[in-house]
């Protein structure tokens, strides 16, 4: 079975611009989740999507959002981008089933640099 | 999750010793610790994870510890190999949510 995918590996932008990076989860999974990687903050939660519905929410301003296709592919966008937001986004497929934790399986991150 | 505290922050054996990561959190309602091993341009990779009604959880040379009452949990690797040097990363999860720890450097002298 593929591993999750995500588009494009490597991405590099201007202050303001905004992007979009993509993630095809494992086939038969239905929600995804999105990190954010950092070497001062780490690993965090940026949002989950499942059935098409933003689930979860991190700490993170209105500038990144998201979204869910029906076949569970999601696209994550950051707005207005700042210096700041360099960093690799990590995006995790699970089965989920009802409020469980499930298990959680990365793909290989999209690395954000801005200029 | 809240807060998740892991130590140490890098850690050096030799080949063959065993290697014992500590993490600790604070959410009552976490009932999920899973534990990742990240490589140099990769994501995590899971390597074991726990529910909250185990205690411990081994698979061949990796085993992890739950003490929900103290909120902490461990992760031993025992026979070290080269191939285990990596970043760990501890996390605790409730409502498919994953809170992670600062992460532990292994460093496996051959």
Partial sequence: KAGVTQTPRYLIKTRGQQVTLSCSPISGHRSVSWYQQTPGQGLQFLFEYFSETQRNK????GRFSGRQFSNSRSEMNVSTLELGDSALYLCASSLTRGDRTDTQYFGPGTRLTVL | ??????????????????????????????????????????GPQLIIDIRSNVGEKKDQRI????????????????????????????????GNMLTFGGGTRLMVKP
Avoid: R
């Fill in chain 2, 63 to 94: 085993a992890v510890t739950l003490n929900k009452t103290a909120k902490h949990f461990s992760l031993h690797i025992t026979e070290t190999q080269p191939e285990d040097s990596a970043v760990y990363f501890c996390a605790e999860g409730a």
């Fill in chain 2, 1 to 42: 999750g809240e807060n998740v505290e892991q130590h140490p922050s890098t850690l050096s054996v030799q080949e063959g010793d065993s290697a014992v990561i500590k993490c600790t959190y604070s959410d009552s309602a976490s009932n999920y610790f899973p534990w990742y091993k990240q490589e140099l341009g990769k």
């Fill in chain 1, 58 to 61: 991190g700490n993170f301003p």
